[in-house]
């Protein structure tokens, strides 16, 4: 792979350079490593800036045209990601709906299913969570016991699901439920889409070690959801939610860089400014941290170039998200150890960067557990990619 860049490339990266420069707002600057998702008026002003984002053509790129993306090559993607964290711009904030719903449904939703959503999954204009783990089915997802059945022209949703990250602002939901009881446990599961405005559906906020309610509890109850929502074939839907999966690990965990980049970044002119860059041991850990940063990158680059040339995100994909998690909380940690005892402090003239580290540092102790736990992927590593025994 050659990792110069052509001239029409570097003419690409001027041109979004230019445009983060005249359009990136302000306010959302100051919070590109750490933006808030649980806030309505935050969530509010980042949707309103995905909306620029598509609009210029800057969401979705990878899309195939079809599906209102550029059909970008990998390079423009990267190029785009490098300039976002370059400007401090915050990450997309339907990162869910564009890196794992969008994929899912362009290659298993109906005709009337992508035209009805995608377009507005790219402009934030519909807002998505992920209705997957609930209280006995998180690493064991294929425990999950909500129930639907088919009535008619609509399925009944009952049951509950849990740690359903901007279900208290999100428009739509992605959700796996049991459509079959009697069948193995992997089989009657079915992949539908719900209007999180349906009557029966209740929403209650979970708040997390930040002080935040980012994720809730969602309660069905009753809930008829269309028939023609089921993506996939009926009790058919782990394989479709397995596609969402592996675009989670994989693309998502591309897009979250853009915040580790930020960090990074911030990282340095911390311990900069703090007179820190002359002690050898938080140099060394900085190097280290920005060496993991080039090799994430680069492992992005691999999974994304596999992806654009046709191909599928594989437990390879896993890799990524494994040492992303691993980066996200040695950053926080050094992050930790350069500010010192004020690094607990949320706010103030003693918080450095309006608090954003302690509210990283708290964030980064969950990059173990989402999108798949540490202890899960590397079982994932170790049978599906090494060829181990089963755990
Ligand atoms: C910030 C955050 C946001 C989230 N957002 C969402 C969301 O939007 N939608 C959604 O559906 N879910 C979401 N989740 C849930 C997440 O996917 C689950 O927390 C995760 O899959 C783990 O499931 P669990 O919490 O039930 O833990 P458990 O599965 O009960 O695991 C507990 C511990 O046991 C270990 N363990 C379990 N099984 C094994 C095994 N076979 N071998 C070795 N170790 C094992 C795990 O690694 C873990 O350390 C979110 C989680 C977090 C932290």
Request: net charge neutral; proline share 5%.
């Amino acid at each position: 792979m050659n990792f110069e860049f052509t001239e029409s490339e570097e003419a690409f990266r001027k041109e979004v350079r230019a445009w983060l420069e005249r359009n990136l707002p302000e306010d959302l600057k100051g919070r590109a490593f750490a933006a808030s998702r649980a806030d309505v008026e935050e969530v509010r002003r980042l949707r309103a800036w995905q909306k620029t984002m598509a609009e210029a053509g800057y969401v979705g790129m990878d899309w195939p045209r079809e599906f209102g993306g550029r059909g970008a090559p990998i390079t423009e993607m990267v190029i785009l990601y490098q300039e976002m964290a370059r400007a401090e711009s915050p990450q997309i904030v339907n990162r869910g709906g564009v890196s794992m719903l969008g994929p899912t449904l362009m290659k298993h939703g109906t005709p009337a299913q992508q035209t009805r959503h995608l377009q507005k999954i790219l402009t934030a204009e519909e807002l998505w969570c992920q209705g997957f783990s609930e209280p006995n089915a998180g690493s064991d997802l294929a425990n999950l016991q909500t129930r639907a059945v088919l009535d008619g022209e609509a399925f009944i949703v009952n049951g509950q699901k849990v740690w359903t990250s901007m279900g208290h602002v999100a428009d739509w939901c992605f959700l796996l439920v049991r459509t079959d009881p009697s069948a193995a446990k992997h089989k009657g599961i079915s992949f539908l889409l719900v209007d999180m405005k349906t009557p029966g559906i209740t929403v209650r906020p979970l708040r997390q070690i930040t002080g935040e309610a980012e994720f809730n509890e969602t309660f069905f109850d009753n809930v008829r959801v269309p028939k023609e929502n089921l993506v996939g074939r009926l009790n058919e839907g782990w394989g479709v939610a397995i596609t969402t999966l592996a675009y989670e690990r994989d693309l998502l965990t591309f897009i979250r860089s853009i915040s580790l980049r930020n960090a990074l970044q911030r990282l340095v002119k911390l311990t900069q400014s703090r007179g820190r860059n002359t002690d050898p041991v938080v140099r060394q850990k900085i190097a280290e941290l920005w060496i993991g940063e080039q090799a994430l990158q680069l492992n992005g680059y691999r999974s994304l170039t596999k992806i654009l040339k046709g191909g599928a995100p594989g437990p390879e994909g896993s890799t990524s998200k494994l040492f992303w998690s691993h980066l996200d909380q040695e950053l926080a940690l050094t992050a930790t150890q350069v500010i010192g005892p004020y690094s607990q402090v949320a706010g103030g003239p003693w918080a450095p960067d309006e608090g954003q580290w302690q509210f990283y540092e708290l964030l980064a102790r969950a990059s173990g557990i989402r999108a798949g736990t540490t202890e899960i992927l590397k079982n994932i590593l170790g049978e599906r990619v090494l060829g181990l025994p089963k755990d």
